[in-house]
């Protein structure tokens, strides 16, 4: 069906035919969840990528991409077969949190008027969507041009969020850029923030650590956090003069083990950075450059802000898919989304979704070698 797409005046659509035309995807079985249902893996392949995504978590399994000496390489940490993304201790590896990725204090809001009271799963607070996110469920997978969507109905109260959610993800390859797109409606008021939490590691996924990574976030600002429960104190605070400036491209090892009340909080990175630009306009908001490989990851997004997490609770418990344990700080996340508890912050960009109104968010990553 799709590939010939005509014009008002009866021309094709050349850039769209090739676009498609220079992607290929196809689908096999990944594995089988205990109540039987199947969850397929889907192979989208361009001239510069291999992404590898299952429908468990709308999750990102392996992304190969191309280093400076044209060698392909896995930079997505990950499993390679379905039981340990469902049994293991959960990392969130590739996976779209949801319905509100990053942290609700005490899962507690107001909303119209209401009081909502979710599962808590992080302490006394929400994380991603609490206790059975959307990265526990199947979603159902259909083949695009070009790559794969994925479709998940959240019911009404699912995790204590009012309104059943239609949410969407799209993964497809552009060329060296993979594209996420995200999207949402509700039957009722609720709150939504969706993401991705693939770890990137541009040296390799069983590389090691992170550390040595160039790192530029174009962000001027980020959100403190109160303690190491990472709830927004609701400042938004300049980086200028902190370990949190990468302004300009800064190794991620250079100033972490500082001194600083919230590198200590977070035991490392694991803040939310306000990117600049306009929200709802894709713009550039990090780039990775890793030295020993050479790959350049540059991700650009329409949300308003980034959470960058350094890895920092991977403790060498889980062990990825060449059998190599992930140590602390073996990858990082670039989580483009709202700022984490905004439902509790008036200052913060509203999160909540009306009946009739629709979620949309892109996000970009492009890969490129130097
Ligand atoms: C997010 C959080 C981290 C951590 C990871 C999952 O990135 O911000 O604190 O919970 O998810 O381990």
């Known amino acids: 069906m799709e590939g010939v797409l005509w014009g008002a005046s009866g021309f094709m659509l050349e850039a769209m035919a090739n676009e498609i035309a220079g992607v290929s995807v196809s689908a096999g079985l990944f594995g089988t969840m205990a109540d039987g249902s ?4 889907y192979t989208l392949k361009s001239e510069a990528i291999e992404l590898r995504v299952i429908g468990y ?11 400076r000496a044209g060698e392909m390489g896995d930079v997505a940490l990950g499993y390679a077969s379905l039981d340990p993304y469902v049994n293991n201790k959960n990392a969130y590896f590739g996976t779209v949190p949801g319905r509100f990725a990053n942290r609700i204090a005490l899962g507690r809001f107001d909303l119209g008027g209401e009081t909502v009271q979710t599962t808590i799963n992080d302490g006394v607070n929400m994380l991603h969507g609490g206790l059975v996110g959307f990265d526990r469920h199947n979603w159902i997978a259909e083949e695009v041009a070009g790559g794969v969507q994925f479709t998940l109905v959240s019911g009404d109260g699912d995790q204590g969020f009012p309104g059943i959610l239609t949410a969407r993800v799209t993964y497809t390859l552009e060329g060296d850029t993979v594209r996420i797109a995200y999207s ?3 039957d009722k008021l609720t709150v939504v923030n969706l993401t991705n939490h693939t770890y990137f590691n541009l040296a390799g996924e069983a590389s090691g650590t992170i550390l040595d990574e160039e790192l530029l976030l174009e962000a001027d600002a980020y959100t403190p956090v109160a303690s190491a429960g990472a709830i927004p104190t609701g400042e938004i605070v300049t980086v200028e003069g902190t370990p949190f400036d990468f302004r300009k491209p800064t190794v991620i090892g250079a100033r972490i083990e500082e001194k600083n009340e919230q ?3 977070g035991r490392g990175y694991d803040h939310n950075f306000v990117v600049r630009g306009a929200a709802g306009t894709l713009r550039q908001a990090a780039e990775v450059f890793a030295p020993k490989s050479g790959r350049v990851l540059t991700v650009a997004t329409t949300e308003p802000a980034v959470q960058f997490y350094s890895g920092n609770f991977l403790d060498g418990t889980l062990v990825g898919k060449s059998g190599v344990a992930y140590m602390q700080r073996s990858g990082f996340c670039l989580e483009t989304q709202a700022y984490p508890d905004a439902p509790n912050h008036a200052n913060f960009p509203s999160t909540e979704l009306k009946p009739g109104e629709v979620y949309e968010s892109v996000t970009t990553w492009r890969f490129t070698a130097r």
């Open 38 to 41: 199947v969850v397929d893996v």
């Open 57 to 67: 978590g709308a999750r990102v399994v392996s992304l190969r991409t191309t280093d």
């Open 184 to 186: 949402a409606t509700t």
């Open 263 to 265: 590198l200590t909080f």
